[in-house]
């Protein structure tokens, strides 16, 4: 069991606490930090803890609690870190970890110098669709990871702070993008050094600063290519969409809008379909259990279990912090339109890796391109020779 400072009582913190306390759990929130008094009390009330206050060191330091989530503002986690440092607490932030790279990487510094267990709450590598995928990837089902992609758009944010690019730290491509670069990554191994991003950002709806739609590419050093397609301005609810393609097969994931519950409705007795659903009349799609869909279950019991075992989560700030150095890399190649390093001040897998050696044998004098099965019922190989390089095709009887 364990007892919880949550900081924040806004939208992912109500998430988060109905994950944690939910279904027959023991975990409880046994202290609650909001900015505002009157809502720190509305979600103690809500949720049974004991104590709330609008004093976040309070929360943090007070003597029941024995981990803290951070459900706070982008321009906040890091004096949030930083007082969980203070205080010894075991820490889980929401994601991004930081506004950029530079301040992730001081807060993964603070805790691995306090000596405290830090969990990175990246939770869509945790949905159960997300960890069925990435079972059969690591099994090799999927062969060689040449491709993943990731998709996160929506028609945008329901807070003023997320607007403002200053305390945000960016637009969209912060907000959505740091889900689906870490998505991509763990499909193509976490081991795997990124090297350098392409991207494209605008701002073509919003009146911002920052951008409301980027798609980026991210190079890694054995030759696989991560693509982020995110939005702010994208009509029709939430999209999640990840595609993984190897050299053996392909997955295919869509988390949120068709996910085989649908639903016809003239609006009578009409109410709250899913997260970023933009109507509930008509045709529907909603999500059986959002907070397992999303992977909030599947986080926390991970976290909490390593808090117990005292064994490290397989998401760490060391991974929000990579997560960052990416996408400083992609905001760099946005305005610079070339493809720019990923800056890495802390790097903990391989070094050097060069592309795999990728050609298949035909026989002694030949590699193999493709072998086919024609409708006519004759077997088809077109096969390249090793020393004169030429291509030809044999039909196999
Ligand atoms: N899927 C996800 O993992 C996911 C989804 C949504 C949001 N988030 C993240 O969660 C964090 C919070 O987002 P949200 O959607 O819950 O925002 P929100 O605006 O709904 O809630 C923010 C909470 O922080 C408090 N707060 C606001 N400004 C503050 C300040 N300056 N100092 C202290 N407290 C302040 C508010 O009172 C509120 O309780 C962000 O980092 C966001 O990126 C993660």
């Not at 998430?15 to 929130?29: E, L, N, P, T, V």
């Not at 202290?31 to 609008?54: Q, V």
């Not at 970023?276 to 799609?285: I, M, P, Q």
């Amino acid at each position: 069991m364990k007892r919880i400072a949550m900081l924040g009582s806004g939208f992912i913190g109500r998430f988060y606490a109905d994950s944690i306390q939910g279904q027959r759990s023991k975990d409880r929130i046994v202290s609650i930090y909001a900015r505002k008094e009157e809502n720190a009390k509305k979600f103690a009330a809500d949720y049974g803890c004991d104590h709330f206050t609008s004093n976040m060191e309070e929360a943090i330091a007070h003597p029941d609690v024995d981990v803290v989530c951070i459900a706070l503002p982008n321009n906040v986690h890091e004096a949030a870190v930083l007082l969980c440092a203070k205080h010894k607490k075991p820490v889980v932030t929401t994601k991004p970890l930081g506004r950029n790279g530079a301040e992730a990487l001081r807060m993964l510094r603070a805790v691995e110098e306090a000596g405290i267990f830090h969990g990175y709450l990246e939770d869509l590598v945790y949905t159960p669709k997300f960890l069925k995928a990435f079972e059969s990837v690591k099994s090799g089902a999927l062969g060689r990871i040449l491709w993943a992609k990731s998709r996160e758009t929506h028609p945008g944010p329901h807070s003023d702070w997320f607007w403002n690019i200053e305390l945000a730290g960016g637009g969209c491509m912060l907000d959505l993008g740091c889900h689906c670069v870490e998505i991509t990554r763990t499909f193509i191994g976490k081991d795997i050094k990124p090297v350098e991003v392409m991207c494209w950002a605008d701002t073509q709806v919003k009146p911002i600063e920052a951008e409301d739609h980027a798609i980026g590419l991210i190079k890694y050093e054995n030759g696989s290519i991560a693509q982020f397609e995110v939005s702010w301005t994208f009509r029709g609810g939430m999209d999640l969409r990840d595609e993984v393609m190897g050299t053996e097969g392909t997955i295919w994931i869509n988390n949120f809008l068709r996910t085989g519950l649908e639903m016809f409705t003239t609006g009578k007795g009409a109410d709250y379909v899913a997260e970023k659903a933009e109507s509930n009349t008509g045709w529907l799609f909603p999500v059986g259990d959002e907070v397992n869909d999303l992977g909030y279950n599947h986080m926390f019991t991970e976290m909490f279990d390593c808090i117990e075992k005292g064994t490290e989560p397989r998401e760490t700030f060391y991974d929000g912090y990579i997560v960052n150095a990416i996408l400083d890399a992609a905001y760099k190649s946005a305005k610079t339109k070339q493809w720019e390093p990923v800056e890495l001040a802390v790097w903990r897998g391989k070094e050097g890796l060069t592309k795999d050696n990728h050609l298949v044998e035909y026989d002694t004098d030949h590699y193999l391109i493709k072998e086919e099965m024609t409708h006519y019922g004759a077997k088809k190989v077109i096969i390249k020779n090793k020393h004169s390089g030429k291509i030809e095709e044999k039909i196999l009887e």
